[in-house]
Every structure is written in structure tokens, then in C-alpha cells.
Nanobody, 115 residues
């Protein structure tokens, strides 16, 4: 399953980035999507999810700063990240599946926030 995350990079604290996850083989109407991240020294953690109906939900730590969305015509999910801080540095992964559907992770994109 192809999950191509992009949009990571180096940004100063307080800045913004938008990540994209291109998933041409995924039917967004049948498979939940999600963003996860892994920061240095920590386990992978959930950032946000998109239901098959397009409803977003967020882990508490990201509510109000991050926004997840999708463009079905472009087979792409997005993660708009605002007011970034050095603690947001890490590798961000998109995931498809769950709720009975097979789970796949993409290779991730690196986000580095400088102070």
C-alpha cells in the first residue's frame, strides 16, 4: 500500500508546516486515516484521525494547534500544524486502516523545529 508523506522540514518555533499524505490506493470512504508521530526517545503517538466520513479528531495535546483534513479527489490527507515548538520535532507518519481494516504506515516525514 502506497502512503507517501511529505511536507516536513526545518521551521522556527512559532512557525507552521503542512504535511501531506498521498494515498492513491486507499478508499477514504472505507478506511480511517490518521497521523502519528515519533519524537526522539519516545514511542509513536497518535496525533489526529479522520473517520471514513471525514470527521476529524485529535489527541488532546494537539487540539487547537493541528488540523487534519483530506482531499478525496487528490487521494491526499493533510496535517496543518501551527505554533510549532521544539517539542514537535520528530518523524510524522500517516496511517490507514483500523476498525477492522488492515493497518499500514507510510515511511514518515521529518519535522524539525528550531528554538
Amino acid at each position: 500500500v502506497q502512503l507517501q508523506a511529505s511536507g516536513g522540514g526545518l521551521v522556527q518555533a512559532g512557525g507552521s508546516l503542512t504535511l501531506s499524505c498521498y494515498a492513491p490506493e486507499i478508499n477514504f470512504g472505507r478506511s480511517p486515516m490518521a497521523w502519528y508521530r515519533q519524537t526522539p526517545g519516545n514511542q509513536r503517538e497518535l496525533v489526529a484521525t479522520l473517520s471514513t466520513g471525514g470527521r476529524p479528531s485529535y489527541a488532546e495535546a494537539f487540539e487547537g494547534r493541528f488540523t487534519v483534513s483530506r482531499d478525496i479527489a487528490k487521494s491526499t490527507m493533510f496535517l496543518q500544524m501551527n505554533n510549532l515548538n521544539p517539542g514537535d520535532t520528530g518523524t510524522y507518519y500517516c496511517r490507514t486502516g483500523g476498525l477492522g481494516a488492515p493497518i499500514y504506515y507510510g515511511p514518515g516525514t521529518q519535522v524539525t523545529v528550531s528554538s
